[in-house]
């Protein structure tokens, strides 16, 4: 998997090896409900939070967190975007940003869970947190009875051949942010514009066309849950792997 091509963009080498010995029970990440922003202030705001944080080994290192958005209709183009594959010129807004990947959409009914995370203090890789965001989007479908997976060669969750939760993250020093987003009750009308993550021809779904009558108040709430417990478990693993080794 290019790290360039599925989302996600890295400035840190060290990523590589991110295992270092940090406090084996951080506390878990703080969680924000904000509701309907627009896209580029939330952005902004990430990314100062992302260069402001104090690293763990000063007192205290500053706490992750999990903001839980909507947004009004936004293009969002990824650095290695490609102008093609926005297919028909609209008035929705294209805002050209620091995640790698294409070209997304992104409206009111969505839910987007930004991850602004230290990784070192989780001892997780990108690799490895790609895979847990997807895990939890599949687990939390999985809860209301849709059967959904991930794709190697396309980062993403889908339920048969159509995408459902898009994702993508930025590194920077250690940490993350950006995220994913899950369509539950929304307009799909202009991924038609699109070529959904630079894919021709991709098919997309949402939760109300499956079946999932619950709202976005619950379904975020237990998204935020099943992201926590994926990395508590995950750190727990992994602590547990080098005292075995011991």
């Not at 159509?162 to 539950?184: P, Q």
Request: charged residues 20%.
């Amino acid at each position: 998997m290019k790290i360039e091509d599925s989302g996600l963009r890295t400035e840190d080498s060290k990523l590589t090896a991110p295992h270092s010995v940090l406090s084996p029970r951080p506390s878990p990440p703080v969680i924000h409900s904000l509701g309907l922003v627009e896209y580029q202030p939330t952005w902004d705001a990430m990314r100062r939070f992302t260069v402001e944080r104090a690293p763990d080994g000063q007192s205290p290192g500053t706490r992750d967190e999990i903001w839980l958005v909507q947004h009004p209709p936004t293009y969002t183009q990824g650095l290695a975007g490609k102008p093609e594959h926005l297919l028909h010129p609209t008035g929705i807004p294209v805002i050209r940003i620091d995640r790698g990947g294409q070209i997304t959409y992104h409206g009111p009914g969505q839910i987007v869970a930004y991850l602004l995370l230290d990784l070192r203090r989780w001892k997780i890789t990108v690799r490895e947190l790609v895979r847990l965001m997807e895990q939890a989007v599949i687990n939390l479908l999985g809860e209301f009875g849709v059967a959904a997976q991930g794709c190697d060669d396309a980062p993403g969750v889908y339920v048969g051949d159509a995408k459902i939760a898009s994702l993508g993250l930025k590194i920077k020093h250690g940490c993350c942010y950006h995220g994913l987003a899950l369509n539950v009750d929304m307009d799909l009308t202009p991924f038609a514009n699109i070529n959904p993550c630079g894919h021709a021809g991709l098919r997309v779904t949402q939760c109300c066309e499956l079946g999932i009558t619950a709202g976005i108040s619950e379904l975020q709430a237990q998204l935020a849950q099943n992201l926590i417990h994926g990395l508590q478990q995950h750190l727990i693993a992994v602590v547990g792997a080098g005292h075995a080794r011991e």
